[in-house]
């Protein structure tokens, strides 16, 4: 516990070296063809499989699980090149690679978003090593090459990312050009340098720690920072879990009560903070007991269904982690959308649990690569 504080009190001391981006909290794609008309049949035909992302067997295959989650909203703006060519990225602390669309895309995903152009940026090399990313409902294929990266005013030199050749058709809805992973490189494709990972051995950031604070309303406020905690985004004390994994940023939770009672992860499970991925998602039995706790009314499309009047008598669902309790009210956990309310805790295919969006929002979620833990504080 001392060796603990004396991190918070060093990251605290050094919170003005820290450098923040900020991330715009979007339309959802979701939403874009809620609008359209089109969400019944899009959802029919790119079903969303949230543990296609966490695949048991990912470190023995040369490609990045990922998948088609439309209520991902949270963005941030980065450059390439140079001169620096601009990009929408969800910042992902569930994969570990930067890969961005390309010119030579010849996917219709492609055709709405921002290319990469090598032939403009003076400092970029081609390699001739190639990256295949696998989805639950298609794959992203393209090739790797190395320019200047800019995230937040910092300049990554000779990092290393992916330019898409051809992408799934999903990916023409969804609110961000590419990706850009912040989990270990154990996990990267094609064995490519995480940029954050590249940030740390450059000396770019003065702690190798990364810290997000999502927004509950609004689209602006959420930022992410680079290289440290900044206390004006959280209340209260940091609690500092181990990773039980340095692949994902996976941590072991000990259960999950309602009103003190046991309704899931009954002698403990693994779980994943996971900024790219919208909800909380866990086992089917867990959440199916989760969400009949809750008192949903029936599902569809594997979507529990919430009648929104009855939000402001739900029970809080509280996840004890390493001897903390960390609780997310009601209002936190119910997605509220222009045609209803829907839980925002999901049926998974693995024993996974991922603490996505629906957490991070009600907790400031700290990334720390020097002593590997993860730090949680009431946010703001």
Same mark, same amino acid.
């Given at each position: ?82 001169? $620096? ?5 969800? +910042? ?8 961005? $669309? ?67 058709? +999903? ?24 940029? +954050?990972? %590249? ?61 003190? %009672? ?14 790219? =991925?919208?909800?909380?998602?866990? $086992?089917?039995?867990?959440? %199916? ?29 509280? +996840? =004890? ?20 309310? =829907? ?38």
């Amino acid at each position: 516990m001392m060796k603990w504080a004396v991190v918070l009190c060093a990251l605290v001391a050094l919170s003005e070296c820290m450098q923040k981006i900020p991330l715009i909290k979007g339309k959802s794609a979701r939403q874009a063809l809620e609008e359209k008309g089109l969400w019944e049949e899009y959802r029919k035909r790119h079903p969303y499989n949230p543990s296609a992302k966490f695949n048991p067997d990912f470190a023995t295959v040369a490609n990045e699980p990922m998948t088609n989650d439309a209520d991902l909203v949270y963005t941030g703006i980065i450059s390439i090149g140079n001169p $620096p060519q601009s990009f929408k990225v969800q +910042f992902d602390t569930g994969s570990a690679n930067l890969w961005v $669309p390309s010119v030579y895309c010849s996917s219709a995903a492609c055709g709405n978003h921002d290319r990469f152009n090598p032939a403009r940026s003076s400092t970029f090399r081609y390699t001739s090593q190639t990256l295949s990313i696998s989805y639950g409902t298609g794959s992203m294929t393209g090739f790797l090459g190395y320019d200047t990266v800019t995230v937040a005013g910092i300049a990554i030199r000779n990092q290393i990312f992916g330019l898409s050749q051809t992408e799934a058709d +999903f990916e023409y809805y969804m609110p961000y050009d590419g990706i850009l992973g912040m989990a270990f490189p154990s996990i990267s494709a094609s064995g490519a340098t995480p940029v +954050f990972d %590249n940030m740390m051995k450059q000396g770019l950031v003065s702690q190798d720690v990364f810290s997000f604070y999502l927004s509950r309303n609004g689209q602006t406020g959420s930022v992410l920072t680079l290289g440290g905690v900044d206390p004006s985004y959280y209340t209260g004390q940091i609690y500092w879990i181990p990773l039980s994994s340095k692949t994902y940023w996976q941590i072991t939770m000990e259960k999950v009560t309602i009103n003190g %009672n046991l309704v899931a992860c009954a002698g403990g499970c693994q779980a994943i903070v996971d900024s790219g =991925t919208s909800l909380v998602i866990g $086992p089917s039995s867990d959440i %199916n007991n989760i969400n009949a706790w809750v008192g949903t009314s029936g599902s569809q499309n594997g979507e529990a269904i919430v009648n929104c009047n009855n939000i402001g008598s739900m029970p809080a669902v509280t +996840f =004890t982690i390493n001897g903390h309790d960390f609780t997310l009210p009601s209002s936190a956990y119910v997605m509220q959308r222009g045609n209803g309310c =829907t839980s925002g805790f999901y049926s998974g295919n693995n024993q996974l649990w991922i603490l996505g969006d629906v957490f991070m929002r009600e907790y400031y979620s700290i990334f720390n690569r020097a002593y590997n833990m993860v730090g949680l504080a009431r946010a703001v």
